[in-house]
């Protein structure tokens, strides 16, 4: 039991899913706080059928914790009430952007919460645990009261890579993505319609509609975009693989949901496809969608992808270019898998260890 899970962001893409995915994994919560910006406030979210008001985010918004958290310490005279105040778990869901997480993020750690932030804003931090409970849940426990969720492109791809990592030793990974344009939320989605119609962009850098556009992000002096050196960067922290080799290319395309990425990655060991199969086939939160194992429908597409927590890989097959290397075709629903289902799992190792 969650005794109080506050949603920052609720009105957004990724915070209305959280609450569609809480309901879906039956999260049992006993107080449930929305907040979002003066915008959003006093809108209104269905959760388990009743209406619960957004409220605006402010620097009080968390206050109402403290006089609680310093009561129970003050009152904490048994061993039994020490437990009861373990178990009095707070946790909050952030996706409203950097600036926001950076801001509201602290306050609610000070006040007792334990934020799980969707935001760019602390995956860097040496100090905050960047997780993929598939990968690496242990992380999840280590945290001083914030624990990141990564990037979207980067969780789909690490849920793959992990276990061909710990079996053979991955030495350099090569990345071209397809990124729908819901990963830049509620505008990317606009400007897929707006550009459609022959309007001008007011988000992507150039019209979006039968389109792709080879940069996510800004640009840095030696010419990565943003998005690609948080697909380098987070890989390696994920993974705990500071020196391993990655290069990444990211490209928006004109595709509403699903995120699908085109993987090369060279490996220390010499392997057999048949092996690689049957390791990837047994990696949780996996699904291999390949010609060997369903010729019927022999790769994955976003399309099929979008409304699911999977993470689907085909197109496996040996590179004869290089030695010990292998292309893969990873896809998955970028708002679920990549943002909010991811967020709901950390929530859910919390909650399972009384983290």
Not at 53 to 72: L, N, R, T
Not at 295 to 302: A, F, K, V, W
Not at 329 to 355: E, F, Y
Request: with cysteine.
């Amino acid at each position: 039991m969650i005794q109080n899970l506050a949603i920052v962001g609720a009105a957004g893409l990724v915070g209305t899913t959280m609450l569609t995915v809480l309901q879906e994994r039956k999260i049992q919560i006993k107080n449930l706080q929305l907040f979002g910006t003066e915008r959003s406030a006093g809108k209104t979210l269905k959760f388990n059928g009743a209406d619960i008001k957004i409220s605006a985010i402010s620097p009080k918004s968390f206050d109402s914790e403290v006089e609680e958290v310093k009561k129970a310490k003050e009152t904490e005279k048994t061993k039994k009430t020490e437990e009861t105040a373990k178990n009095n778990t707070k946790i909050a869901l952030f996706s409203a952007g950097a600036a926001a997480s950076k801001e509201y993020a602290p306050i609610a750690a000070k006040n007792g919460y334990t934020v799980i932030d969707n935001s760019s804003a602390w995956r860097m931090d040496e100090t905050v645990p960047l997780v993929v409970p598939e990968v690496n849940p242990a992380d999840a426990h280590k945290h001083n009261g914030i624990i990141a969720n990564p990037n979207c492109s980067t969780i789909q791809a690490v849920v793959v890579l992990n276990s061909l990592h710990k079996r053979y030793n991955i030495k350099r990974v090569v990345y071209t993505t397809f990124q729908a344009v819901s990963g830049a939320g509620s505008a990317g989605i606009a400007d897929l319609q707006r550009t459609a119609n022959g309007e001008p962009p007011q988000h992507f850098p150039q019209p979006i509609a039968g389109n792709c556009i080879p940069q996510i992000d800004v640009f840095d002096e030696n010419g990565y975009s943003g998005e690609e050196l948080k697909m380098i960067n987070e890989t390696r922290k994920i993974l705990h693989a500071p020196q391993l080799k990655i290069t990444a290319t990211t490209v928006r395309v004109p595709v509403l949901t699903g995120h699908s990425e085109s993987v090369n990655i060279t490996l220390e060991k010499p392997f057999e496809l048949a092996e690689v199969h049957k390791i990837l086939a047994a990696t949780p939160g996996v699904v291999v969608q390949d010609i060997s194992e369903t010729p019927e429908n022999p790769y994955p597409t976003p399309l099929a992808a979008a409304g699911t927590d999977a993470v689907y890989v085909g197109r496996i097959r040996r590179d004869f270019s290089a030695e010990n290397s292998l292309n893969l075709w990873i896809v998955a629903d970028n708002i679920r898998k990549g943002a909010a289902t991811n967020a709901v799992q950390i929530l859910q190792l919390l909650v399972t260890n009384n983290a």
